[in-house]
């Protein structure tokens, strides 16, 4: 449960799905992570296995005497080592095995490229699953073509609830001037943060009041700080107070080139902020081209600095382009559809297990 989108989403979800009548635990495998706590501190029951490693005997012995204790009707699993170990949890529990996903895809449209090791381990597991729930529709092919239950992969958006964007103010981070530009996502190749700086330090030649701003860390903090500064972007590390700084924003931007179904982008739709985007994964069915933000080509730099200068240039239609998006996100991603959806799907996974 460390920090990230799909964590973010389910630490969000679970909440979610006890308020609605669901008896869910959380089932940690080797660390808590930022999200662990938030959940536990809501009243849901949380354990930690603290595995030192991925084939553990006595964390499995424990992972396997605590779903015995709690006798779940259905196991949801996200990741490989947690499909591995959700898949004995859920034979000995006799219960179903849900498979959640929401690794990105590639422009090509296939996943992010596993280790070795993981490719292997979810062949083999990927074909005893009961069912899936992927984020977005092009995910399916690619879930089928690994060996997942054709017929048995559901899609269920992630969605933004309306508790948690309402009253948010802008962050004074971000300033009151020029046009802000904000970029949410962790420091990692695939996010392309580095395209995004080089495009905002090109739309600023066109642009003076273009400012740009990236709310995250990782392992590339040190290579992208001198780009950073040499093409006037500030990186502003971890934050809590994302939704401000979205808020605070002219327009979101997240030109990575590999993606699931990015909460960066809803929460931009909810808070209605224009975004602009990269063609990849579930970002064309979150963004219309021209009407909520722009869908571009990936790696398209020059597409991208374009479109920060336009938005920049014509404050009227970036503020059309965000009310639009948050119409958009009010009719097909809202939480309360999200909910009822994983609810929906466990239900017939179970179902289809008693039958």
């Known amino acids: 449960m460390g920090v990230g989108g799909a964590e973010r989403h389910w630490a969000t979800l679970i909440v979610a799905l006890a308020e609605r009548g669901v008896e869910p635990k959380l089932l940690a495998l080797a660390g808590k992570g930022a999200f ?103 995910q399916v092919p690619p879930l089928e073509r690994i060996g997942y239950p054709k017929g048995r992969i559901e899609v269920v958006h992630n969605g933004v609830f309306e508790q948690d964007v309402e009253g948010v103010e802008p962050s004074p981070v971000l300033g009151d001037e020029g046009f802000p530009v904000l970029c949410v996502a962790g420091l990692r190749p695939e996010k392309r943060v580095d395209l995004f700086i080089e495009a905002v330090g090109a739309a600023r030649r066109e642009h003076a009041g273009i400012r740009g701003y990236v709310a995250g860390e990782g392992r590339e903090r040190e290579r992208l700080e001198p780009l950073a500064r040499s093409n006037g972007v500030s990186l502003l590390g971890a934050r809590s107070d994302v939704p401000e700084l979205v808020a605070a924003a002219g327009a979101v931007c997240l030109p990575s080139e590999a993606e699931a179904m990015p909460m960066s982008l809803l929460e931009a739709m909810a808070l209605s902020r224009p975004v602009i985007a990269a063609d990849v994964g579930g970002n064309a069915e979150l963004v219309r081209h021209g009407e909520t933000g722009y869908l571009l080509p990936p790696g398209d730099g020059r597409a991208v600095a374009r479109a920060i200068a336009e938005l920049a240039a014509d404050p009227a239609r970036a503020e059309k382009m965000g009310a639009a998006g948050r119409r958009l996100q009010r009719e097909r991603f809202t939480g309360e559809r999200m909910v009822e959806g994983y609810r929906s799907a466990f239900e017939r996974a179970i179902e289809r297990g008693q039958a």
Do not use: W
């Open 36 to 138: 662990f706590e938030d959940v536990a501190g809501r009243g849901i029951p949380a354990e930690c296995m603290s595995l030192r490693r991925r084939m553990d005997p006595s964390g499995l012995r424990r992972a396997l005497a605590t779903a015995a204790e709690f006798g779940p009707d259905a196991v949801v699993t996200r990741g490989v080592s947690a499909q591995l170990m959700g898949e004995a949890i859920a034979r000995r529990a006799k219960a179903v095995h849900v498979y959640n996903e929401h690794t990105p895809l590639t422009p090509n449209g296939r996943f992010l490229p596993p280790r070795p090791h993981q490719r292997a381990l979810t062949r083999l597991v990927a074909r005893a699953i009961d069912a899936v729930v992927a984020v977005t529709e092009r």
